[in-house]
């Protein structure tokens, strides 16, 4: 049975934080898309942004068939212990020669790993879904969008973006808000192949992350008010509940590409079947 490690892109304290604020861990979210589809996959965690957070007892890195790289709240440029770590142990899986797969923070964490570059986005926030996401040729032709359009929309919540791919990597996709949606990044002796937005989430937790960063949301001018975002949200949790609600869906812009969850974790699937299942 393939076993993959998660690690965890938030601190405890985080976690703590947001939990009681009823939203689920970037890890948890992660466990939830891959057993939705893959349930006989081991599945392991990994603290990476706490110190005394080890894997588990006689268990190496090179045990482990592949890593994914969980979304966070912390700022891949602002080099505390919390990020360096995550590096440190970005690369030495990457060591392993194994496979890793990130999104969000992932993708940036892996891009600094390998000597690129990441920056606050001049273009602010990129909340709710990320619109026309747009495959290049690279992109068209690689195995993780296999099964996606050429264009799509995806769920995402991200301040920081890429500014500078490392060499040797391969952009695969972009939209208007951010030049870099997707990439495959070339680290020791694996590749990464990263993606800005989160396929890992459904709607339940983009409106929980709504929820937590609410307020910030109505000073960043996404919401005129308080019970405006309330509003919209709830507007999330119910098409979450009736997916097939087409007048809510046409409201809140969100198509196939969001709404079914295939599709929706496609990235995930595809890099699980190509580079765990076939290893």
């Known amino acids: 049975m393939p076993k993959l490690l998660i690690m965890e892109g938030n601190t405890l304290a985080q976690q703590a934080r947001s939990a009681a604020l009823g939203v689920r861990s970037a890890s948890d979210v992660y466990i939830h898309a891959i057993a939705a589809h893959f349930p006989d996959l081991h599945l392991d965690v990994i603290h990476g942004a706490d110190r005394g957070q080890d894997l588990p007892a006689g268990i190496s890195l090179g045990d482990y068939d592949g890593l994914v790289i969980s979304g966070s709240g912390l700022h891949a440029y602002d080099m505390d212990f919390a990020v360096r770590n995550q590096i440190d142990l ?3 899986f990457a060591k392993t020669g194994k496979p890793v797969l990130g999104s969000c923070w ?38 993780l969008f296999a099964g996606k359009p050429p264009a799509f929309d995806a769920l995402c919540i ?122």
Do not use: C
Not at 113 to 119: D, E, F, L, N
């Open 90 to 92: 970005v690369r030495a």
């Open 106 to 143: 992932g993708l940036q964490i892996a891009v600094i790993a390998a000597g690129g570059t990441v920056g606050l986005s001049p273009n602010g926030r990129e909340v709710g879904a990320a619109r026309n996401i747009t495959l290049n040729d690279a992109g068209r032709g690689h195995p």
């Open 158 to 279: 991200h301040y920081d973006e890429v500014t500078a791919l490392p060499e040797g990597a391969v952009l695969l996709s972009s939209n208007i808000h951010s030049p870099v949606q997707g990439a495959i990044i070339p680290l020791e002796k694996s590749e990464i192949w990263a993606v800005q937005y989160h396929p890992e989430y459904d709607l339940d937790q983009m409106a929980m992350m709504m929820r937590l960063y609410r307020d910030d949301m109505v000073e960043q001018g996404f919401f005129t008010d308080p019970p405006n975002g309330d509003a919209f949200i709830a507007k999330i949790e119910a098409l979450h509940q009736s997916p097939d609600d087409v007048a809510l869906a046409w409201q809140l812009g969100m198509g196939e590409a969001v709404l079914d969850d295939k599709l929706r974790r496609g990235e995930i699937i595809n890099w699980i079947r190509h580079q765990i299942l076939k290893r």
